[in-house]
Each structure stands twice: as structure tokens, then as C-alpha cells.
């Protein structure tokens, strides 16, 4: 129970609500971009669940962890996004079935 | 109660644009959903007494890293999906198949683990005060914040070199 | 909660709003008079008494005009931009102090939208929210021109974005606190005392120059207004809005021009304080309003002279500028603010 009276299940449910969609997004999904988009998704999922703890917990920790996930989170979209336009200007194509040149 | 009904609240309309960002066809429109999406997981945020968690979540994911997307989507042009006549009917029910599995197991986890038997630190006498929080960044956590700025460093040169065109500057 | 605290708490909020909301027309006409001064040519003066009614005029012709909507474009989102726009816009004053706290009643009223505890990173918060209404604006109007003002304007926002809450950083760190009610507090004492208890502006010289630089910018006025300028892309994200649509981009700028004048008040002029005056009871209390509005009010005319004055900046000197000197200017302030934090100066 946080201190404010949310009790801890639904921060949890919702957590996995989130983490759940994601994954189908990035099971599902053809297109590369929303790929990306749903992993980040499921992070913030992740983030989620962390403060929940943090806060039922009244621990500060959890909350520091969560502002460096976010900030890794920034590193990764900026490196995967330049990847993504370094793909497109070669092959033209988003369809991540399509690029399969080191496939056997 | 109200905080409960508000994060309720909160959540449900996080859900509900997360899936309209994982149904939708224009790649544009999902990012935006997921943009309603993080904004309503920043007001949660805010209900669970972290209040400078969701000003940077809604400052660098939501106003940084999502616009870095649009961007990206506009100057490329990239379009809508097609849906395929042949479809992955394989890959499909593999895949269904797993989500199903590992909602399945999220769930059982949560249900066992969700009541923590750790006890409760020290209530904090003002939960919106920002200070503790910061003298914890700056003291416990010095380390990994130095080491957080080199990765950024790392992660701007990594992305200038990838994304410039061949043979220019 | 009673009613009464509900009632003086949607006061709160909603005052400054309509202020803003009134004011708008006289600014406008305050603008087109004040370009005639400069420009030496009367300005408007056929509708009304110098012209006193033209606002009017312009509402009347808004309301009047065809609202077109262009086809080939996603309806919801081109609609959705500009109310975006003006929502984020009037948002952003929710945080700024506009008056020294009222004690009537048994309560103490802190004249302030809500004061919460980060303070100024909800407004950078909302600010960063703005950019989508731009961006939408650009994208969904199916027109090359607006696209490529879209793009501009935003990537120009996001870049003196950095500047700007680096300045404020510093702001931050020689106040204490993210809340600006402890800003303007801590800006109200002597100038003349170590530590040093006066405005701003004093001390921070260079951060408040970066900063009401980069105010420029990222309220898209001259001379950073590229992305709307007429020579180059007709009218960049707002080429195909017309009648209240067009208004309300208008609208949502001339807000936003406000609120940045507001935050450098609050933050660098010392807010609602003059220096030796410390506000009792009611009167003590309207007369903070008034220094408050004096104050925003010079520096919206500031706004005003600069751009009948300047030419505008090409885009690559208008980003090298933000990247390559105010950046490491804002942080060159940050180093000092810490300094003379250091040495018990501040």
C-alpha cells in the first residue's frame, strides 16, 4: 500500500498490462519503427512496476534507478534510431522481414 | 480513495493508448497514442509520490525521444503498413501462443510476489520534497551518474557516425 | 475541501487566464501601433479612436472567414494542433507567482496557479508538450511548405530548449528550490548584504542574456521566426489554416510571448518584488499584481521593439547560434552560479 492508498496489485496489474502489449507489438509488428516503439514500451512497464515498489516501499533507490532508465532509455532510441536511418537509406524498405541479408 | 480512482483512471487510458499504438497502421499515429500513453503514465507517476520521475518522463521520453521518432518517421517518409494477402499464419499463433504463456506467468508472479514481506523503510516526512532525492543522486549514486553522461557521449558520437551520409563530413 | 476552497482555488488558476485571455486584443493592437512607430507610419488608426478597435475588427473578420479544411489531410490531427497549441501555451502560467501571498480570512492565499513541488520543470514539461503542436501542425497539413516549417520550428525549439533550462539551472541552484514562489521570495531581500539577496539579473548577467535569447526562440518570434517567415515557406506550419484556426495559432503565440516574459520576470527581475518593499495586507498585496504587470509588460514590449527592429536569422546560423555559443555560455553561468555559491556569495 503506498502511501497515498493505491494498493500495490494494481499498480502491479497494470505493469503487465503495459509489458504485455508491448510484447505483442513486438512479436506481431512488421514494421521496424513500432518494433522499437513497443520495446520502449515495455520499459516504461518496467518503470512502472519500479515505482510501485518504490513508493510501497517508501524507499527513494527506486526512483533513482528509474531516472537512469530513462536516461539509458534516451541513448538507446538516439543510437537505434540512426541505425534505422542507415537501413532505410540502403534497402529503402522498413519490413524487417525484408532485411535478411545475413540470413542463412 | 480518490488517488486510487485517479490512478485507476490514469492507468486505464495508458492501457487503452498502448494498444491503439500497437493496432494502429500509420506508424505517425502510434507514436503519437504512445505520446497520450506516457502522459497519462506520468500522471500515475505523479500518484505514486514521484513527482520528479514524471517531469523528466514526460520532459526527455515523451518531449525528447518521441519527437526524435516523428522526426524521423517525417523526413523518411515512412508509410503505412499493407497488410499481406499470404499473412504468417506460423508465426502468428507462435507468437500468440507465447503472450498468452507469459501473461500467464507474469500474473502468478505477481500474485505471489505482489505483497512485499520486506518491511517499509521510514515514511518520509514530505514526500514532494526533492532534496533527499537529490542528495541521494549526488552522494550513493556520484558513480553512476558520471558514467551515465559518458554513455550519452558514447551515444551521440555512435549516432552522428551512423546516420551521416557516405563520403560527407 | 469546502466550497470556499474550491472556489478561491479555481480563482487562483483561472484569474491570470482571463487576464491573458483579455489582454490579447489590446496587445495586438499595441504591436501594430508600436510597428508604426517604429517603422515611422501611423499604424492603424481608420477603425475607432487610433485605431483603438481594430482588434475588434480582426475577431469579426476571423469569425467571418471561410474555415477550410484542405483535403488529402488527417482531419482529427489538423484540427487537434492548434487547440494543442493554445492549451499548452495557457498551461504553462499555472506555476508562475503573480503576486505576493494574501492572508484574508484565516487563509493564506498564494497567488499562484499550483504551487507544487517541482515548480519550474512542469512549465519545461509543458513546453516540451508544445512542440507536437507545431509538428502536427506541419505534418498534417499535406503541403511541403508547412512540413519543413513544422520541422524547423521544432527542432529550433528543442535546441534553445537546452540553453534555456541550463540558464535556468542556474536559477535553480543559487534559489534552492525548483518552486518559483521561493525564487521570487529569495529575490526579495537586500542588494547590498553578503549573502547577496537582490534580483537576479545582478549576479547571473550572462544566464539572464541566454535566457531571454532563447525565449526568442522558442517562442518563434523575430529574430528566430524562420519557420513562419513569409519570404521563404508562406507561412511554414500555419501555411493552410485559416479563420479561427489561424487565430488560435496567433492566440497561442502571443500567450506564449507572455509566459516567457513572465518566467524572466520571475526568475531573473525579481517577480513581484522591488527592492525595500515588503507587501501587508490587500493593498501591499494589488500593489505586487501591479509591479508584476509593469514588469511583464516592459518586457513583452521588448519583445515587441525586437522584432520591428532585427532581421531575422537563415536557419543554420539560427542553430549554430543556439548550439555553439548560447549552450556553452549557459554553462560557462552555471559554473560561475556555483562559484559564487561556493564562496558564500550567494
Known sequence: MTPNGIPIGDVLLASAALFTIGLAGALLRRNAISIFLSIELMMNAANLAILGYASALHSLEGQIVVFFVIAIAAAEAAVGLAIFVALFRHTETIDVNKINLLKW | MTARFAFDAAMALAILFAGVMVVHRHPVKSVLALVVSFFALAVGYVLLSAPLIAAIQVIVYAGAILVLFLFVLMLLNVP????????????????????????????AVFRSYGASSAPPGPLPSNPADLAPLAKLLFSDHILSFEALSILLLAALVGAFALARREGSP | MSAADLGIAALRVLAPVLVMLIVLPMLQWVERRGAGLIQDRPGPNRVGPFGLLQPLADVVKFFMKEDLIPSNTDRFLYVLAPGLATFAALSTFAVIPYGATLTAGGRSIPLIGADISIGILYLFAITSLSVYGI????????????????????????????????AAAGVILSAG??????????????????????????????????????????????????????????????????????????????????????????????????????????????????????????????????????????????????????????????????????WKVL
Open chain 2, 80 to 107: 503505412a503498413e499493407v497488410r499481406q494477402t499470404p499473412g504468417r499464419p506460423i508465426h502468428h499463433t507462435l507468437s500468440a501462443g507465447a503472450i498468452v504463456a507469459f501473461a500467464a506467468a507474469l500474473l
Open chain 3, 135 to 166: 509538428v502536427l501542425a506541419g505534418w498534417s497539413s499535406n503541403n511541403k511548405f508547412s512540413l519543413i516549417g513544422g520541422i524547423r520550428s521544432s527542432a529550433q525549439i528543442i535546441s534553445y530548449e537546452l540553453a534555456m533550462t541550463t
Open chain 3, 177 to 342: 528550490s525548483f518552486q518559483l514562489t521561493e525564487v521570487v521570495v529569495q529575490q526579495g531581500g537586500s542588494w547590498f548584504a553578503l549573502p547577496y539577496r537582490g534580483w537576479n539579473v545582478v549576479p547571473q548577467f550572462v544566464g539572464f542574456v541566454v535566457f531571454f535569447v532563447s525565449a526568442f526562440a522558442e517562442t518563434n518570434r523575430v529574430p528566430f521566426d524562420l519557420p513562419e517567415a513569409e519570404a521563404e515557406l508562406v507561412a511554414g506550419y500555419h501555411t493552410e489554416y485559416s479563420a479561427m484556426k489561424f487565430a488560435m495559432f496567433y492566440m497561442a503565440e502571443y500567450i506564449n510571448v507572455i509566459v516567457a516574459s513572465a518566467l524572466t520576470v520571475t526568475l531573473y527581475l525579481g517577480g513581484w518584488t522591488l527592492p525595500g518593499f515588503s507587501p501587508s495586507g490587500i493593498v501591499g498585496v494589488l500593489v505586487s499584481i501591479l509591479v508584476f504587470a509593469v514588469k511583464v509588460s516592459v518586457l513583452v514590449w521588448i519583445f515587441m521593439w525586437v522584432r520591428w527592429t532585427l532581421p531575422r536569422f537563415r536557419y543554420d546560423q539560427l542553430m549554430r547560434l543556439g548550439w555553439k555559443t548560447l549552450l556553452p555560455l549557459a554553462l560557462l553561468n552555471l559554473f560561475w552560479v556555483a562559484a559564487l555559491a561556493l
